[in-house]
């Protein structure tokens, strides 16, 4: 516990009272390189810890996850139906599994897009018609 005590008690006063820290404001102008060098680990320091405060503790730095997939396709309605016949199918057809297709229930290949934002792995379901 005494190096604990050491540290809190006299190098971190001693570090912070060795900055290089003007007494009024035209005092910044006349830092050299190595006062300004000197500034950089604390200022990074009350940074990074300023962020994270901010993201714990701020409710509007947090991504509000929704649980929405679907944020297109027939909204009103309770529950998505769709029903195709499987002779209306020439060869093949691919279903959109990712709800981004502007052609739904068809893909149109948006799943990339979502894939890439969201790191997810989504594809089509093609059905093919037997021969």
């Not at 001693?14 to 060098?37: C, V």
């Not at 409710?59 to 029903?83: C, H, W």
């Not at 981004?100 to 093609?126: A, F, M």
Request: charged share 20%.
């Amino acid at each position: 516990m005494q190096p604990v005590a050491h540290l809190v008690k006299v190098t971190v006063p001693d570090y912070l009272a060795n900055l290089p820290i003007p007494d009024s404001f035209g005092g910044w102008f006349r830092l050299g390189f190595k006062d300004w060098l000197a500034l950089v680990p604390p200022t990074a320091l009350a940074a990074g810890v300023t962020y994270t405060l901010y993201r714990a503790w701020c409710p509007k730095a947090r991504k509000v996850v929704t649980g929405r997939t679907n944020k297109a396709v027939q909204l009103s309605n309770p529950k998505v139906v769709d029903t195709i016949d499987v002779e209306d199918i020439s060869e093949k057809a691919a279903f959109c599994r990712c709800w981004q297709s502007r052609n739904w229930p068809y893909c149109d290949g948006s799943h990339g897009n979502h894939n890439k934002e969201t790191g997810d792995n989504l594809g089509p379901v093609i059905v093919k018609k037997k021969k």
